[in-house]
């Protein structure tokens, strides 16, 4: 074979740096993990030796099956995409409706609304578990989806509002008003311009509410304990008792819980870098 | 920018959103059922009584068993059993009865009951178990316990089973070492020096210095100089005067002089003490037979025994029993229908499923004596126990909490370290419980 | 924080319109539909966090124990005055700004540069971004259990390996000694949500168009120069909002110290909100634990208003 272009040598050769780079980066974050895989992939009895195993000696599905045929974690997969899924969705609604208000407009209060979006995050949420479990009571949604999906909203909008502004105001208005110009309505402007361009950052606070939402424990234990609506999360609580650590369990638990996201991001993740081109405003 | 690809963004996004809009107003009107008064279910007369409560194995059925059978043998009452993690419980609990809606009855922690009961959530129970014929079956501890430890107080919750602390040991380090059953505190120390070996990463005992660890410390200064050395007449604490300090200076010199505990020891919960046995990182340890089965399915059943505590310079033995209980809430909905439930639970047939079942003590000396207990070591070995084993002192008090899960496990670093004296730290721990 | 205004960028005008819109039709609309447009956030968070918050303030002047329900009284500044006059207090915020300030900029750090490694197109990027992604995908209670187990003083995996190359002899009990406590906890906090930062930035660094870049190329720039006069003003204020809302969220959590070491030991791991939890939830003084959750807002409302201040000057 001929030898390579310069240019071809120049991008292999980049490319190895940029693995080199990778390398680590990749290792120190799935590191941990791993361990917890193997755990999940060991029977009970051979989680905690010495000296300790890398590899496992035996290796074993039980803990999984356990999950799925002893527990219903079916119906816990199902019903944490439920809360998780509605919550981003209404999270993300109401929070790009805020979002657009203070990036596109100039109003009187609008440094104090977005203060109070800071403030609010500032409150630790131990303190409110009792009266968020008074009002579900009262408005008698407790122990339904609604509950976790509208608490998980009241949580992440502060934030994500705050995100999605300077995703907001960080694309040129131009293009927005020249769209109107033509005839556009403002809404018509917004969804047929700024929402195309703004896509990374959409997803971006998208992924956010779901990944809290999905992962969220305390007010899951507080106010939907019902089989029929119980997130993963909660069930993963039950492994942890008063006297012991399930690890096989838990480990198998933690991996279930944590893949589907991943699997969601790849999938999605073309919508991510979707903006790479559409965002190259001249 | 490609006018082609904006658009089929714009639809997906669209699309996409009309999905979720659609699937959140959907989703929020899918029941779960919702509470707030348990009502009736379908049949007119019916009770549906709300309870609550924990297991240790989640993948267990044996609470909704025997609710059915509670269920078919009475037909105006309907339990429906919500089992959640044991860490939700509580907090739980806080919010319902502060909200005016407690479950009819719950599974209750020793821990918690003298902070509800302050609260004047609970029913008192006197009235009807004492009607109830059998009531002697009951080990006189267990009722003491759902008393919190004060014969004249009201029986705040009703007793359903219990757990016995005693000594696990290793027989194979100990044959090894020449070594046999700790019998005496002194046995107890000398073994933990001979089988300590620190190149190998084996230590002698396994002490348990975080969270919940002040009951092993509390057993041992009881042990060694009875309960008085403990706990005054007045229920106060007195383990802290100087008098008593001797058996602070037992319990620290285990890793200050005797140095047969391992490093981690001022940060080791529960789930390394048993980790620590597994893995053969201790010899001994103290806890309940709640761990057997793990630990004889780790090591081996010829690996692993337990002995009772062992018995201080006096001869006497003292130990802790922990009782597991069920309260009936004042503001629930029937207390009776709910003391149904909660002795039935009590009853020697629930009680003999459950404990065969979920691997507690049964709490009735008839069930006890039951060959399946007789013969099972451990169990055995904790039944035998029972003549010297007692409610933790200071349960009953408001800073019960925050000696067990704040001051101990943040000052047995310093304390086994030997940055802090035994007096200053008996002197910490008795201030919360003063 | 005024939204922006990015430097060096002039051709690009962002931010609210400094003129209103030429047709006078839309004029009494426009006034009124900010606030329309605001008002679905302000009613939720309102209704479901901001009422209890509120509710929170009062019990902060009130003497309010969930043992004696019934005997709350009003008790003006007391809870402040015990909280200020508490050496915990000052313990636990000294922590709380240790635990930000190592947390915050190791994240930031580490997230910004996988980020702009996530943002070049080479094969096989979907494996980086997938696997960087993952830290932050695990539940926190599985986080924090995990690293206090990699981290046992007897059964770690952290402290085997160290024995194997050789570098200690025996197991180092990082999480009972009050000195490296502080720092393994840092560190897996880090671990957790470093990917929140790599996320965001790309985010930021994927609005940029990149015939800058290939402008300032041809223009003979090295990456290092690229980066610091295209890369950084573009993305600098999502940097500035990621980070701000980073302090907060830090300063407030606490489920990967309590699970790892509740806060120990002898207290060095104490953040405030372990002192708010603790309070609350163990000691029942709602009242008390109300008004140190006060006094952190008090303080990170400083805190951020010193921040947007600088960020003003640097502008």
């Not at chain 3, 006059?85 to 994240?107: S, Y």
């Not at chain 3, 930035?201 to 990149?210: G, N």
């Amino acid at each position: 074979m001929a030898t390579a272009s310069p240019a071809a040598a120049r991008r292999r050769r980049s490319i190895v740096v940029i693995w080199l780079l990778a390398l680590p980066v990749i290792l120190l974050s799935l590191g941990p993990f791993l361990w917890l895989l193997k755990t999940s992939l060991v029977p009970e009895s051979r989680i905690f030796v010495r000296p300790l195993e890398y590899l496992p000696s035996t290796v074993t599905l039980e803990n999984f099956v356990m999950l799925f045929e002893r527990m219903n974690f079916f119906g816990y997969f199902a019903n944490s995409f439920v809360v998780a899924l509605g919550s981003t969705a209404l999270g993300l609604i109401i929070s790009m409706s805020s979002s657009y208000a203070f990036a596109r407009f100039r109003f009187r209060g609008r440094r104090f609304f977005m203060t109070l979006f800071l403030v609010i995050p500032m409150f630790p949420t131990v303190l409110i578990l009792i009266p968020i479990y008074d009002i579900m009571r009262v408005t008698g949604l407790l122990n339904t989806y609604a509950s976790l999906i509208v608490a998980y909203s009241s949580f992440t909008i502060p934030f994500a509002v705050w995100m999605m502004t300077g995703y907001f105001a960080a694309l040129p208005v131009e293009m927005e008003e020249a769209a109107r110009v033509d005839g556009c309505s403002r809404f018509g402007a917004f969804v047929r311009v700024l929402l195309p361009t703004a896509v990374p950052g959409i997803s971006a606070t998208a992924l956010y509410i779901f990944i809290v939402s999905w992962n969220e424990y305390t007010f899951a234990a507080m106010l939907a304990q019902d089989e029929a609506v119980r997130t993963l999360p909660v069930a993963l609580q039950f492994f942890i008792t008063e006297f012991t650590v399930n690890w096989g369990l838990l480990a198998a638990g933690g991996v279930i819980v944590s893949l589907p996201v991943i699997l969601l991001f790849i999938v999605l993740q073309r919508q991510l870098i979707a903006g790479l081109t559409a965002g190259a405003v001249k | 920018m490609s006018a082609q690809k904006t658009s089929i963004s714009r639809r997906t996004l669209l699309r996409g959103a009309g999905l979720a809009a659609a699937g959140t107003a959907l989703s929020a009107c899918i029941p779960g059922p919702g509470t707030g008064g348990g009502g009736s279910s379908g049949g007119s007369q019916k009770l549906r009584l709300r309870y609550w409560a924990w297991v240790d194995d989640p993948t267990s059925r044996v609470l909704s068993d025997l609710a059915d059978r509670f269920n078919e043998n009475h037909p105006s009452i309907e339990v429906d059993v919500e089992l959640m993690p044991a860490s939700a419980v509580y907090e739980r609990l806080l919010a319902a009865i502060n909200a005016g809606d407690p479950p009819d009855a719950s599974a209750i922690h020793v821990n918690n009951v003298a902070d509800i009961a302050a609260m004047g959530a609970l029913h008192p129970l006197d009235q009807y178990f004492d009607a109830m014929p059998d009531k002697d079956d009951f080990v006189p501890t267990a009722v003491l316990g759902s008393r919190l430890g004060d014969e004249s107080a009201p029986l705040h919750t009703m007793p359903w089973y219990g757990l016995v602390s005693y000594l696990y040991y290793r027989p194979d380090w100990f044959r090894d070492a020449g070594l046999p059953e700790p019998r005496t505190t002194d046995d107890f120390v000398s073994a933990c020096r001979a089988v300590t070996d620190p190149a190998a990463g084996r230590y002698g005992y396994g002490l348990r210095g975080a969270t919940h660890g002040h009951i092993h410390y509390f057993i041992w200064l009881a042990t060694l100089g009875g309960l008085e050395a403990v706990q005054g007449p007045d229920g106060a604490p007195v383990f802290h005067q100087p008098e008593h300090i001797a058996g602070t200076d037992w319990f620290l010199d285990l890793a200050r002089t005797h140095q047969v505990v391992p490093p981690t020891a001022s940060g080791d919960g529960f789930e390394q003490l048993m980790n620590n046995m597994k893995a053969g990182v201790t010899g001994t340890a103290i806890h309940h037979i709640k761990s057997s089965e793990t630990l004889v399915a780790a090591l081996g059943a010829e690996n692993i025994r337990a002995v009772p505590m062992p018995v201080g310079p006096s001869g006497r033995r003292w130990t802790e029993f922990g009782p597991s209980m069920n309260a009936v809430y004042a503001g629930g909905q029937d207390p009776e229908a709910a003391w149904e439930w909660v002795s039935y639970l009590a009853s020697p047939e629930a009680m003999r499923i459950f404990c065969t079942e979920d691997g507690g003590l049964p709490v009735r000396q008839s069930v006890g004596a039951d060959p399946y207990f007789q013969e099972n070591p451990f169990a055995k070995v904790s039944i035998d126990s029972l003549p010297d084993a007692y409610l933790i002192p200071f349960t009953e008090r408001p800073g019960y909490a925050r000696l067990a899960e704040q001051t101990w496990p943040q000052l047995t670093q310093p304390a086994l370290a030997g940055e802090m004296t035994s007096a200053e730290f008996a002197g910490r721990l008795a201030e919360d419980v003063r | 924080m005024s939204a922006g205004a990015t430097a060096g960028v002039a051709s690009r005008r962002t931010g609210p319109p400094a003129a209103p819109v030429r047709r006078a039709r839309r004029r009494p609309r426009d006034l009124l539909l900010p606030y329309l447009l605001l008002l679905p956030a302000c009613g939720i968070v309102a209704l479901v966090v901001a009422f209890p918050i509120v509710q929170s303030i009062g019990y902060s002047l009130h003497h309010y124990n969930l043992r004696e329900p019934d005997n709350a009284y009003f008790s003006g500044l007391d809870n402040y005055i015990r909280a200020l006059t508490d050496e915990m207090f000052w313990r636990a915020l000294r922590a709380t700004a240790i635990w930000v300030g190592a947390v915050l900029p190791i994240q930031f750090v580490i997230g910004m540069a996988i980020a702009v490694l996530m943002n070049r197109a080479f094969p096989g990027r979907l494996v980086l971004r997938a696997s960087v992604l993952l830290p932050w995908v695990v539940p926190s209670a599985v986080v924090a259990l995990l690293w206090r187990w990699l981290l046992d003083g007897n059964l770690g995996v952290i402290n085997d390996l160290l024995i194997r190359v050789g570098i200690i002899d025996t197991g180092i009990p990082w999480l009972n000694d009050p000195s490296t406590a502080m720092a393994v906890v840092v560190i897996a906090m880090t671990w957790h949500g470093m990917p929140f930062f790599a996320l965001m930035l790309l985010a930021a660094l994927q609005a940029v168009p990149a015939e800058m870049y290939e402008a300032a190329h041809l223009d003979g720039a090295s990456a290092l120069q690229r980066f610091r006069y295209i890369t950084w003003p573009s993305i600098i204020d999502t940097i500035r909002t990621t980070t701000l809302l980073r302090i907060i969220w830090l300063a407030n959590s606490i489920e990967i110290i309590w699970i790892m070491t509740a806060g120990g030991p002898n207290f060095a791991t104490t953040t405030l909100p372990v002192v708010t939890f603790f309070e609350a939830v163990r000691g029942l003084d709602f009242g008390y634990a109300s008004a140190v959750s006060v006094l952190l807002a008090l303080i990170l409302l400083a805190v951020v208003h010193l921040y947007v201040r600088q960020m003003r000057k640097d502008d």
